[in-house]
T-cell receptor, first 112, second 117 residues
Framework: GNSVTQMEGPVTLSEEAFLTINCTYTATGYPSLFWYVQYPGEGLQLLLKATKADDKGSNKGFEATYRKETTSFHLEKGSVQVSDSAVYFC???????????FGTGTSLTVIP | GAVVSQHPSRVICKSGTSVKIECRSLDFQATTMFWYRQFPKQSLMLMAT?????????EQGVEKDKFLINHASLTLSTLTVTSAHPEDSSFYIC?????????????FGPGTRLTVL
């Protein structure tokens, strides 16, 4: 079946620290992979995506590379800011069907 | 990007009552809308997929008579939790796919927190 496992939080970092949030997946076929971010009181927003192996998604300084050999899509940012404080969800969409499968979310708090 | 709203943002009700949650696409037409629920510290789980003008498709284990979904227009889908019980307390999130767009392009609402006493 399809599933996503991401590291549990909460994660607390100082401003300008390096961020990694691990995400691994199980899927049949060749899924598309996503990171969504949810700021307090708001809906999920697409942060970045990758639709095939070795693709790198990037946005707002965040990056994630689709690694088929390790079935991973880890989120990284070199220098976090206070404004990055949010909950981050890793997700996949199988190439058959419309359903998204989400991880449990990782709460990130960045302190000045 | 496209905006999806939900109303109400949070609701508290007594056990046995019914609660309606609205999901609206504000600046685009949504052929397909999806309803998810999220329990604390768990993933978002798809409950059902609704297509405008037709019956919703429910995921395995979701009671369609308990969670009534109506997608009467291209900008509005509603989820009604009938005869709600405390175990229905959860965070309900909708998403919408714009007509003609890829299924990778889904826009999410801010969610509705339901608490059943």
């Amino acid at each position: 079946g399809n599933s996503v496992t991401q590291m549990e939080g909460p994660v607390t970092l100082s401003e300008e620290a390096f961020l990694t949030i691990n995400c691994t997946y199980t899927a049949t076929g060749y899924p598309s992979l996503f990171w969504y971010v949810q700021y307090p009181g708001e809906g999920l927003q697409l942060l970045l995506k990758a639709t095939k192996a070795d693709d790198k998604g990037s946005n707002k300084g965040f990056e994630a590379t689709y690694r088929k050999e390790t079935t991973s899509f880890h989120l990284e940012k070199g220098s976090v800011q206070v404004s990055d404080s949010a909950v981050y969800f890793c997700a996949l969409r199988a190439n058959t069907g419309n359903q998204f499968y989400f991880g449990t979310g990782t709460s990130l708090t960045v302190i000045p | 990007g496209a905006v999806v709203s939900q109303h109400p943002s949070r609701v508290i009700c007594k056990s046995g009552t019914s609660v309606k949650i609205e999901c609206r696409s504000l600046d685009f037409q949504a052929t397909t809308m999806f309803w998810y629920r999220q329990f604390p510290k768990q993933s978002l789980m798809l409950m059902a997929t609704s297509n405008e003008g037709s019956k919703a498709t429910y995921e395995q284990g979701v009671e369609k008579d308990k969670f009534l979904i109506n997608h009467a227009s291209l900008t509005l889908s509603t989820l009604t939790v009938t005869s709600a019980h405390p175990e229905d307390s959860s965070f309900y999130i909708c998403s919408a796919r714009a007509s003609g767009s890829s299924y990778n392009e889904q826009f999410f609402g801010p969610g509705t927190r339901l608490t059943v006493l």
